[in-house]
Each structure stands twice: as structure tokens, then as C-alpha cells.
């Protein structure tokens, strides 16, 4: 079954404090980590929290990338939608995990909007 797109969840755990909460050093890596996976950039925005955290999005032509920090747990959330098939969101995650200096990062891909060929829907329908 054909996929539009793919969106991979992050979890990326043991990162260095003073990097998770640097809201400019946070953009850098994730426009970046957008960059060295293939991607058009169009727009980007980060919000530095008080007392810490930055969360942030990069939209790009083939979808997005967002994360969420939280310094006090050298913890991030990060996620990755890429549609079409020239952009490869693992690369993506892969920097931020290596740039964030991980210890380590658990991590899913979910296949989206699963597209049936008329083949198929006929088989299923019947």
C-alpha cells in the first residue's frame, strides 16, 4: 500500500541541558537537521520558555519538523513528517539526536495517508 507520507516520533533522551535550553541554538539544529535531510524550507518559529524549554517548528515543503524540550530532564520530543519520498526523516532525527550530544533516542515511523490502489479496494470491498 502506497503512503503519502512518513512521520517519525523521536523520544531523545541523556542531552546536554544547555543546549535544550537555547532557543537559538535549538533553531540552528533543527533548520539544520531540515537542511541535511533534503529539505525545502519554508518558515520557521521557536518560543523559549520561562524558567526552561523551547519548543519550535521548521516548515518545510514536504511537511514539518517540530520538537519540544525540557532541559531539567535532558529530554526533547521530536518529531518529523516528511511526504514524498527525496526527504528521509531519519537523517533529520538522527542529527538533532547527534547534535543535542543524546545519550540516547528511542524512535517510530508511522506510515501516512495509507492509499489504497483500486486493486485493493476491490478485494476489500467485496
Given amino acids: 500500500m502506497q503512503s503519502l507520507g512518513r512521520h517519525v516520533l ?37 518560543h523559549k520558555f ?3 524549554g523551547v519548543s519550535g517548528v ?13 532541559p531539567e530532564l535532558g529530554y526533547a520530543a521530536l518529531d518529523v513528517f516528511t ?10 532525527c538522527n542529527y538533532v539526536a ?9 524512535a517510530s515511523e508511522v506510515k501516512r495517508g495509507l492509499m489504497e490502489q483500486p486493486e485493493e479496494r476491490l478485494v476489500a470491498n467485496m
Fill in 98 to 106: 547527534e547534535m543535542f550530544s543524546a545519550g540516547d533516542m528511542k
Fill in 50 to 52: 520561562s524558567p526552561q
Fill in 10 to 46: 523521536a523520544e531523545i533522551y541523556g542531552c546536554r541541558f544547555e543546549v535544550l535550553n537555547d532557543v537559538k541554538k535549538v533553531e540552528d539544529i533543527m533548520v539544520n537537521a531540515a537542511l541535511e535531510a533534503g529539505a525545502e524550507i519554508r518558515e520557521f518559529v521557536f
Fill in 83 to 92: 511526504c514524498g519520498d527525496r526527504v528521509n526523516p531519519w537523517d533529520a
Fill in 58 to 70: 521548521v516548515v518545510i515543503s514536504e511537511s514539518h519538523l517540530a520538537i519540544h524540550t525540557w
